[in-house]
């Protein structure tokens, strides 16, 4: 009976020593109305189920990070807001970062800033869509009413449209023959 209670009075000096630890450093811990609040600003009461709140501007708010991203400032995912509520999402690794919508990627941005629409691997600033599976589609809304797609056909032989330098000329049209892209039948 003695040896239980040396335990239990070491274990409840450990777990002291353990919360007076982690509330140094969270600086703040607060559980209110089944919230969850983190800070570093006393007396501060979270406002949302999960809320937190830095009581100085900019900086990094929360760090997401593993074992192959090692535990300092500059490794991992981290969510800033400067002091003028910009946020940035900000992957510090050379990696990926991907969207999901019901568990498939629908837009991926690649280290080298390669933008994919449905597409996990593009090789453009932006790409939409990926060749045999999904057709990348563009489609640019009238300010009114209306709109134009951009869309190649299911099968296509790959080529590039460039716009020409200059200004061209009231009336003039690009238009696709089968050699070349032409701006009222001149090839560019």
């Known amino acids: 009976m003695e040896t239980r209670k040396v335990l239990s009075a070491q274990l409840l000096i450990k777990l002291f020593v353990l919360a007076l630890t982690f ?8 559980c209110y109305s089944q919230s969850v609040g983190v800070s570093d600003a006393v007396g501060f ?9 830095k009581s100085t ?9 593993n074992l192959t991203s090692t535990p300092n400032a500059n490794r991992g995912l981290t969510f800033d807001v400067d002091g003028s ?6 992957n510090r690794e050379n990696a990926s970062l991907s969207f999901y919508t019901n568990n498939q990627p629908m837009i991926t941005i690649l280290s080298n800033g390669n933008v994919g629409i449905g597409n996990t691997s593009p090789t453009a600033l932006l790409d939409l869509g990926t060749a045999g599976t999904t057709a990348g589609a563009l489609r640019i809304e009238g300010a009114t009413s209306g709109y134009v797609t951009l869309q190649a056909p299911a099968s296509v032989t ?8 200059a200004v061209g000329a009231t009336g003039q049209v690009l238009q696709l023959t089968a050699v070349a892209v032409a701006l009222n039948g001149q090839l560019l």
């Open 45 to 53: 009461n979270p406002q949302v189920l999960f809320h937190i709140y």
């Open 158 to 165: 790959s080529y590039a449209l460039t716009l020409p330098g």
């Open 57 to 65: 501007a900019g900086g990094t708010l929360m760090q997401l990070a």
């Open 85 to 90: 509520f910009n946020l940035k999402i900000n």
């Open 23 to 30: 509330s140094f450093q969270l600086s703040t811990f607060n």
